[in-house]
């Protein structure tokens, strides 16, 4: 079973449906009244080198992507919409299901060829933070080799009470954040990634 088809049955659909229902409502508000498109985070937890939010994106096809950096390490869930994922790895198209990967340092593009919007629930580790959690994993590299995770059996778990933690009061964010970095270092630590250049577009730092 695909990790979004999991969601739908571990989570339920009301709340994919809630989720989706907010990014329409931002790209609605975007245009009645003709703002530029942003990426807007709204921080639902943070503590000691980890922070959890929720990002609602309101770029189309008739923004112009634009050069950014991670600051921290990143792993985000794609919640809604979808959008081209652009690193020094290569690009990718991210949808709904799929883990959006950075590392703290790196830059990256994001773009939306292809439609309006997206939401992400991101998690974000401060460097020195995520190469404890690194170490711990058995991670040879405190580093995301792929741009993307698919949908994948391992990490069911826990981005399933992630989407479930949307709607409640008070989730329990530090244990998810540190249980999601570690499945997430193990599933990429057993990928060997394709050889792909670097994007004309990026520099490296």
């Known amino acids: 079973m695909s990790l979004i088809k999991h969601l739908y049955w571990s989570v339920g659909r009301c709340i994919l449906a809630k989720i989706a229902v907010e990014l329409e409502k931002a790209l609605s508000l975007r245009a009645a009244t003709g703002a530029p498109g942003e990426a807007r985070p709204r921080i639902l937890a943070q503590g000691d080198g980890w ?18 950096r991670h600051h921290n390490y990143s792993i985000a869930l794609v919640t809604a919409g979808s959008f081209q994922y652009r690193g020094e790895a290569g690009c ?4 709904p299901g799929s883990l959006m990967l950075g590392n703290a340092g790196r830059l990256f593009e994001c773009g939306h060829e292809h439609g309006e919007g997206d939401r992400c629930l991101a998690f974000w580790y401060t460097p020195d933070y995520f190469e404890r959690l690194a170490a711990d994993a058995g991670a040879r590299k405190a580093e995301f080799p792929v741009l993307r995770l698919p949908s994948l ?16 009061p008070v989730g329990a964010w530090e244990e998810l954040s540190l249980e999601l970095a ?18 004309p577009a990026l520099s490296r730092a």
């Open 92 to 95: 990718e198209l991210m949808s």
């Open 51 to 68: 922070t959890v939010a929720d990002v609602i994106c309101t770029s189309g096809r008739h923004d112009r992507p634009y050069e950014e």
């Open 182 to 199: 570690v499945r997430v270092l193990k599933s990429v630590g057993r990928l060997s990634p394709a050889i792909a250049p670097v994007p």
């Open 153 to 168: 059996r391992e990490l069911s778990p826990p981005t399933a009470r992630a989407m479930a933690a949307f709607q409640s």
